[in-house]
């Protein structure tokens, strides 16, 4: 299940902001500004713009991954400034998820995660998933989303969940 | 993991829900507002205002666990008002929640599921639980918490994830 959540699960939501962003620079088109307006709008003045949210779950996921993998972490420099830009960032990502397969995760859920910033202290692989990344991944997607909606881009819930794998 | 995630990990965030209500009410009664005005705020028009965010929010948690083991659904009117009837709700979720435990997943990964409103379809527990219940359960919340934040309650990350499981 590890490997359907942070890469199977991660990869279809990203795949899903790349087309929300895209209907975020559709409604600016239609009404007259310039998209940057909305990549540098934010929910609250100190609080990340939409760049700067999209860039923090790119690094989620890509953590998340290696993390959980063992493997080393790519580094990106956080220098995207337009869409394009900001569309390549999350395609590097997705890119880097599918090099991952099931069994990079074999020894995922006690596997002991530390990151730079704990000072030394770790947690288990689940713990990380469950309590860290996974909730830092949605919240910094849900931001994304409402500064988009909150200055009036007409998304809703589909364009939230993606696809859903219904069976008849 | 199912138990883990439905249940450990939506109640802790939950009781993070029920505390960051409480820094929205002393931040109302600081700058001499009612807490209604929170309650009924929302981040666009056709968007669900806070109440409304914490009622799906614990509808979601509460069918989450129902539909993957298998059990009735208790039902909720929707009637909340109040900070204290909001409070209320995510108990009274909270305490169903601790009715469940991790024996009740056993089959729960390959169950079928369906919802009255997918007219027939279904899909597996853990599509349900990975790409429906999850997404939603933070879409929500994070909603919720951003509702606050934009009208400058001062919450900040570590109230969204709350006590962290670090070992030295």
Redesign the interface.
């Known amino acids: 299940?590890?490997y359907?959540?942070a890469i199977l699960?991660f990869s279809?939501?990203l795949k899903n902001l790349l087309a929300i962003l895209d209907k975020g620079a559709k409604s600016a088109e239609d009404r007259k500004f310039d998209v940057g307006v909305l990549l540098q709008s934010r929910?609250?003045p100190d609080?990340f713009n939409l760049i700067r949210q999209v860039q923090v779950l790119c690094d989620t996921a890509k953590v998340c991954a290696a993390a959980l993998a063992n493997k080393e972490i790519p580094s990106h420099p956080d220098t995207e400034q337009t869409l394009p830009e900001l569309k390549q960032r999350i395609e590097t990502v997705l890119s880097y998820l599918s090099t991952f397969s099931a069994a990079d995760f074999a020894n995922a859920?006690e596997r002991r995660i530390a990151r730079p910033r704990?000072e030394?202290?770790?947690?288990?692989g689940?713990?990380f998933l469950?309590?860290?990344a996974?909730?830092?991944f949605?919240?910094h997607f849900?931001?994304a989303?409402?500064i988009l909606?909150?200055n009036?881009v007409s998304i809703g819930?589909k364009d939230?969940?993606?696809e859903?794998?219904?069976?008849?």
Chains 1, 2 share one sequence.
Do not use: D
């Open positions: 299940m590890i359907q959540t699960q279809k939501m929910l609250a609080q859920q704990w030394g202290k770790h947690m288990s689940e713990e469950l309590q860290h996974l909730p830092n949605y919240f849900t931001v989303y409402e909606r909150h009036g819930k939230y969940l993606g859903l794998p219904y069976q008849k």
